[in-house]
T-cell receptor, first 109, second 113 residues
Framework: GIQVEQSPPDLILQEGANSTLRCNFSDSVNNLQWFHQNPWGQLINLFYIPSGTKQNGRLSATTVATERYSLLYISSSQTTDSGVYFCAVETGTASKLTFGTGTRLQVTL | KAGVTQTPRYLIKTRGQQVTLSCSPISGHRSVSWYQQTPGQGLQFLFEYFSETQRNKGNFPGRFSGRQFSNSRSEMNVSTLELGDSALYLC????????????FGPGTRLTVT
């Protein structure tokens, strides 16, 4: 099956710093989503981005499908950005997401 | 529009028992998927239901089963619980056609003792 790798596995930032999270995948994908898992376990949708670039406030994402990677940018980080960020992809089979292992982000004051 | 809801939110069971978890999708969504999250294995796909039919299944033993009702609500059942079944169980729903963006519920945290 498809492999999804995320880097870095852990990231510690000071409030106000910028960061880039990466997601590499081993095969062509139909869909790609970025999620933020809050401390209570809920997965919050950040982006649905099988290709191209999207922006939402301080967050933006870019997927280069031909090169099989996606990037999530967080600018001016805040403590509320802390948590685990997951990339998930879907190949051929609708509604079956394969998740990466996540990037654990801690934003300190 | 209300989000995906899951009940119960927390559950403690004993080895050998069985458990049923419930998921109500976003109104209008007909696809419901279930995922298991553990520290060791991460987030793994269990199965997906669409129009009351299981459309996809992950690599889990037959003790894990599910069903979907005509109103798109879904249940999953785990029989003969094992300690390793302790996990966060997440349900997601999506629209029938593209985009196939999935929206997740808050999860049910199951502890097996």
């Amino acid at each position: 099956g498809i492999q999804v790798e995320q880097s870095p596995p852990d990231l510690i930032l000071q409030e106000g710093a910028n960061s880039t999270l990466r997601c590499n995948f081993s095969d062509s994908v139909n869909n790609l989503q970025w999620f933020h898992q809050n401390p209570w376990g809920q997965l919050i949708n950040l982006f649905y981005i099988p290709s191209g670039t999207k922006q939402n406030g301080r967050l933006s994402a870019t997927t280069v499908a031909t090169e099989r990677y996606s990037l999530l940018y967080i600018s001016s980080s805040q403590t509320t950005d802390s948590g685990v960020y997951f990339c998930a992809v879907e190949t051929g089979t609708a509604s079956k997401l394969t998740f990466g292992t996540g990037t654990r982000l801690q934003v300190t004051l | 529009k209300a989000g995906v809801t899951q009940t119960p939110r927390y559950l403690i069971k004993t080895r050998g028992q069985q458990v049923t978890l419930s998921c109500s999708p976003i109104s209008g969504h007909r696809s419901v998927s279930w995922y298991q999250q553990t520290p060791g294995q991460g987030l793994q796909f269990l199965f997906e239901y669409f129009s009351e039919t299981q459309r996809n299944k992950g690599n889990f033993p037959g003790r894990f089963s599910g069903r979907q009702f005509s109103n798109s609500r879904s249940e999953m059942n785990v029989s003969t619980l094992e300690l390793g079944d302790s996990a966060l169980y997440l349900c997601a729903s999506s629209w029938t056609g593209p985009p196939y963006e999935q929206y997740f519920g808050p999860g049910t945290r199951l502890t097996v003792t």
